[in-house]
């Protein structure tokens, strides 16, 4: 499994190749690409900024920075409404690229990148992801890290203030967090070195929250609405299901996997702050379970404006724990089910009720699905089949190019079950 420890969305755009090129550029020096590394990465960021351009709707292209303890690469996620390709085999094959491009076609961009995705439907859009590596490559080209997620901030905003992160438990640690003081809910246990071997990509960036309690469903717009307005019955019956609560939750033996998602309260750098010190204090936990690491995040986001935390715990058989603060969306979703994990009211760093845990089942090929409300939640499992077969990252932006809106910050964080 490639190590990665970061993952940093460093630029959006939209309608800009030029743009797009000269950061591309900037940033594949900046991280130590060299020359010829470099050069491939700006002419396949131009070929996909251009094509967005001419022949997409609603087209927007992300530059990421991701990192291991060796190296560093970049990552190129392009997502549009439309369209969409009928046939994305034909797309990829030479000499099929549009009028006005350098002529490189989808072919030669995917034979440049150490990692190409692509998911594409008539009629809703398309969504592509490439990664770019220093040569040679520090591990096998093959590998593939099972979770990847997005933020993307506000219109009009830089800054983002959700953000995710995510590290290992490799079973060594077997202290529980310190007995609170009175009147506390917990106390942070001390930082530790991490195993960072097995993290797949941690997400630095953050966003909003609303306030305690406010669901998703008061601020919904009419496009909102029609996420999924054609839901069938089973559909209903799917998205309905719920999660057993654990009253005192033991961690599993073995290597388990540890995801955050975090919506800091309004948007800017001040919510920015609020996400960025959630993923340092889940990173520098030593506690094993939910329930204890949300204790650190919440001693962690004093001072901060708050946020509302998602954090989960996924082990090798496909056992789930979860416990959430606020408003963030969590389930399970299999091709045609999905099953929601419950979150409570409350600010994280400023006032949170009694914690709970609670545990679900995670089927081999399934998918954790945590987000932010600057996505609407009322997409169902039919929404994503199609693109549960992908990479994490590309199921993410999948699902904030359906259910994102433009009014808040938005994050989307992906995770593999047991395959």
């Given at each position: 499994?490639?190590?990665?420890?970061?993952?940093?969305?460093?630029?959006?755009?939209?309608?800009?190749?030029?743009?797009?090129?000269?950061?591309?550029?900037?940033?594949?020096?900046?991280?130590?690409?060299?020359?010829?590394?470099?050069?491939?990465?700006?002419?396949?960021?131009?070929?996909?900024?251009?094509?967005?351009?001419?022949?997409?709707?609603?087209?927007?292209?992300?530059?990421?920075?991701?990192?291991?303890?060796?190296?560093?690469?970049?990552?190129?996620?392009?997502?549009?409404?439309?369209?969409?390709?009928?046939?994305?085999?034909?797309?990829?094959?030479?000499?099929?690229?549009?009028?006005?491009?350098?002529?490189?076609?989808?072919?030669?961009?995917?034979?440049?990148?150490?990692?190409?995705?692509?998911?594409?439907?008539?009629?809703?859009?398309?969504?592509?992801?490439?990664?770019?590596?220093?040569?040679?490559?520090?591990?096998?080209?093959?590998?593939?890290?099972?979770?990847?997620?997005?933020?993307?901030p506000i219109s009009?905003?830089?800054?983002?203030?959700?953000?995710?992160?995510?590290?290992?438990?490799?079973?060594?640690?077997t202290a529980r967090?310190?007995?609170?003081?009175?009147?506390?809910?917990?106390?942070?246990?001390?930082?530790?070195?991490?195993?960072?071997?097995?993290?797949?990509?941690?997400?630095?960036?953050?966003?909003?929250?609303?306030?305690?309690?406010?669901?998703?469903?008061?601020?919904?717009?009419?496009?909102?609405?029609?996420?999924?307005?054609?839901?069938?019955?089973?559909?209903?019956?799917?998205?309905?299901?719920?999660?057993?609560?654990?009253?005192?939750?033991?961690?599993?033996?073995?290597?388990?996997?540890?995801?955050?998602?975090?919506?800091?309260?309004?948007?800017?750098?001040?919510?920015?702050?609020?996400?960025?010190?959630?993923?340092?204090?889940?990173?520098?936990?030593?506690?094993?379970?939910?329930?204890?690491?949300?204790?650190?995040?919440?001693?962690?986001?004093?001072?901060?404006?708050?946020?509302?935390v998602a954090i989960?715990?996924?082990?090798?058989?496909?056992?789930?724990?979860?416990?959430?603060?606020?408003?963030?969306?969590?389930?399970?979703?299999?091709?045609?089910?999905?099953?929601?994990?419950?979150?409570?009211?409350?600010?994280?760093?400023?006032?949170?009720?009694?914690?709970?845990?609670?545990?679900?089942?995670?089927?081999?090929?399934?998918?954790?699905?945590?987000?932010?409300?600057?996505?609407?939640?009322?997409?169902?499992?039919?929404?994503?089949?199609?693109?549960?077969?992908?990479?994490?990252?590309?199921?993410?932006?999948?699902?904030?190019?359906?259910?994102?809106?433009?009014?808040?910050?938005?994050?989307?964080?992906?995770?593999?079950?047991?395959?």
């Open positions: 499994m490639t190590p990665l420890v970061d993952c940093e969305d460093v630029a959006w755009f939209r309608d800009e190749p030029r743009a797009a090129r000269g950061a591309a550029a900037a940033l594949g020096r900046r991280i130590g690409l060299d020359g010829h590394r470099t050069a491939e990465l700006v002419l396949a960021v131009t070929e996909l900024a251009t094509n967005m351009a001419k022949h997409s709707q609603d087209g927007s292209l992300v530059l990421r920075v991701l990192r291991t303890p060796q190296v560093a690469g970049v990552e190129v996620v392009v997502v549009d409404q439309g369209p969409g390709m009928a046939d994305v085999a034909t797309a990829l094959h030479d000499g099929t690229s549009s009028t006005g491009t350098l002529g490189i076609g989808l072919g030669a961009v995917q034979r440049l990148a150490d990692t190409f995705d692509i998911h594409s439907r008539p009629g809703l859009g398309t969504v592509q992801l490439a990664r770019f590596w220093p040569r040679p490559l520090p591990f096998p080209p093959d590998a593939e890290p099972a979770i990847g997620g997005i933020t993307r009009g905003e830089t800054a983002c203030g959700d953000a995710w992160a995510t590290r290992t438990d490799d079973g060594t640690h967090a310190p007995s609170p003081p009175a009147g506390e809910r917990g106390a942070s246990p001390a930082p530790a070195v991490l195993d960072w071997s097995a993290v797949t990509r941690p997400h630095l960036l953050g966003r909003t929250a609303p306030a305690a309690g406010r669901t998703a469903s008061a601020a919904r717009t009419p496009s909102d609405r029609t996420v999924s307005s054609a839901r069938t019955p089973s559909e209903r019956t799917a998205s309905a299901g719920r999660s057993a609560l654990v009253r005192s939750a033991v961690p599993g033996p073995g290597r388990a996997v540890l995801v955050m998602s975090c919506d800091g309260l309004g948007h800017g750098p001040m919510a920015a702050l609020a996400g960025q010190a959630a993923a340092q204090a889940l990173r520098t936990s030593t506690a094993r379970t939910p329930e204890e690491i949300m204790q650190h995040v919440h001693r962690a986001l004093r001072g901060t404006r708050g946020a509302a989960a715990r996924i082990e090798a058989d496909g056992r789930v724990l979860f416990c959430g603060v606020g408003n963030v969306t969590a389930a399970v979703v299999t091709a045609g089910t999905r099953a929601n994990l419950l979150s409570h009211p409350g600010i994280v760093g400023h006032q949170m009720r009694q914690l709970r845990t609670y545990e679900q089942h995670m089927p081999a090929h399934a998918a954790l699905v945590l987000h932010s409300d600057g996505l609407s939640d009322r997409w169902t499992p039919g929404d994503l089949s199609g693109l549960l077969p992908h990479r994490p990252a590309v199921i993410a932006a999948g699902l904030l190019r359906l259910a994102g809106t433009r009014r808040d910050d938005a994050s989307v964080v992906v995770a593999r079950g047991p395959r």
